[in-house]
């Protein structure tokens, strides 16, 4: 079986991370395709693999950008409009941005900083960042590494429910401002790639939100599959925060999560790591923003590329995007500064394209700024 990585090359891919400083690219990183090449050049192969794979025939993955793009603006004009206003608040916490980073697991494969360093270009563009369980630091430690700046802890039960649980206190005592709580991974998707590439990423890389070693075994797959509406209270009463549940794709479900006490629901695939073929973010956002719009937030990722793509996804109800793999080829190539640069050259390419749409803020962002292309 091949293992990436060992006890005496902790970081897989960390000696080819020395050539990344010296071959990092200059801004602007609005070329997320050429970003993702130099990765997998930077990259050992089944890592990239694992970072840029989907499930099964990646379709749900494939059409992710399409969909948005299936959308068209229709632009205001005469609106003496010269400005955009990026500012807002997620669940109360003010961002200088409605563009944020999505949970990935595994940082310290993609530069030596991992976690601390996102979590440090998050701080400076005011971008809310999601940590996940399958951090390579442990909470505590990212939140050391930008004490303040806005940040959600995403939850998986990979351990006993005690563990789990005392996960979720913690993430309330660092002062994380909600809980996410990924419901789409009732096992993990069929990911085509890793199992051709024998692809053992827990080995060698730190999994720093485990138990103590050998105090409890880590369950073979996630065990998500044990958890109900009714986790989205307890979880909520466990850690003080408000949850987010993220994984939904209809509004069937939206509506029994907020009846269930959720804050907000995030649309998503999983970036086409799970259920595949599945609808995409883009066609599911409108379906959940009629279930639930009025009564809680809503969030959308998968496949977001541009400024325009995050402007239909605001247009349509979501009050936040999120990057998953744009967030991955910035951090390989760049670090903390590369992943400043993707999110700021993205809240940009938005603030331009709200412009161009007569839009001076994202208070007034009526629905039908975007219509169905013909
Ligand atoms: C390498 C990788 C690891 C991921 N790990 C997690 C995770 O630990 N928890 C989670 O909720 N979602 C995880 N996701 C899903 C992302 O949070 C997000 O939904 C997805 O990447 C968005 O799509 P995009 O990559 O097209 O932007 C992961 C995605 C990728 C690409």
């Not at 990183?29 to 997998?40: C, I, K, N, P, Q």
């Not at 299936?70 to 003010?94: D, F, K, N, Y």
């Not at 986790?231 to 993220?246: M, N, T």
């Not at 509004?251 to 970036?271: I, K, L």
């Amino acid at each position: 079986m091949a293992t990436i990585g060992s006890a005496d090359s902790p970081v897989p891919g960390q000696p080819r991370q020395e050539a990344a400083e010296e071959l990092e690219p200059e801004p602007p990183y609005l070329d997320l395709e050429a970003l993702e090449d130099r990765s997998r050049e930077l990259l050992p192969a089944p890592v990239y693999d694992y970072y840029a794979g989907g499930a099964e025939t990646e379709t749900t993955m494939r059409e992710a950008t399409a969909a948005w793009r299936s959308w068209r603006l229709r632009p205001r004009v005469l609106r003496g409009i010269t400005t955009a206003q990026l500012g807002t608040e997620l669940l109360g916490t003010p961002v200088r941005t409605p563009i944020g980073i999505a949970p990935w697991a595994y940082q310290a494969m993609a530069h030596p900083e991992g976690e601390l360093a996102t979590a440090r270009a998050a701080a400076a563009t005011g971008a809310l960042m999601t940590v996940s369980t399958s951090a390579n630091n442990s909470l505590e430690e990212v939140d050391a590494a930008a004490p303040g700046s806005p940040r959600w802890f995403q939850l998986y039960r990979l351990h006993s429910e005690r563990h789990t649980d005392d996960l979720a206190r913690r993430a309330g005592d660092a002062g994380y401002r909600a809980l996410v709580l990924t419901v789409d991974v009732p096992l993990l998707g069929r990911r085509r790639r890793d199992m051709g590439n024998d692809f053992v990423h827990r080995a060698g890389v730190r999994m720093a939100n485990r138990p103590p070693e050998g105090e409890e075994p880590t369950l073979d797959g996630l065990a998500t599959a044990t958890w109900t509406f009714d986790e989205i209270a307890r979880f909520g009463e466990l850690s003080g925060l408000p949850v987010v549940v993220k994984g939904v794709l209809r509004g069937d479900d939206a509506v029994r999560c907020v009846q269930a006490g959720a804050a907000a629901v995030w649309v998503t695939t999983h970036g086409g790591r799970q259920a595949d073929p599945s609808i995409s973010s883009a066609h599911a956002l409108p379906e959940v923003v009629d279930a639930v719009g009025d009564d809680v937030e809503i969030y959308a990722d998968g496949g977001v590329r541009s400024g325009s793509d995050v402007l239909t996804a605001l247009a349509l109800g979501a009050s936040a995007v999120f990057l998953g793999r744009p967030i991955v080829w910035g951090l390989t190539t760049g670090g903390e500064r590369g992943v400043a640069g993707v999110i700021d050259g993205l809240t940009a390419e938005l603030a331009h394209a709200m412009v161009l749409c007569g839009l001076p803020d994202l208070r007034s962002l009526p629905r039908d700024t975007v219509t169905p292309a013909r």
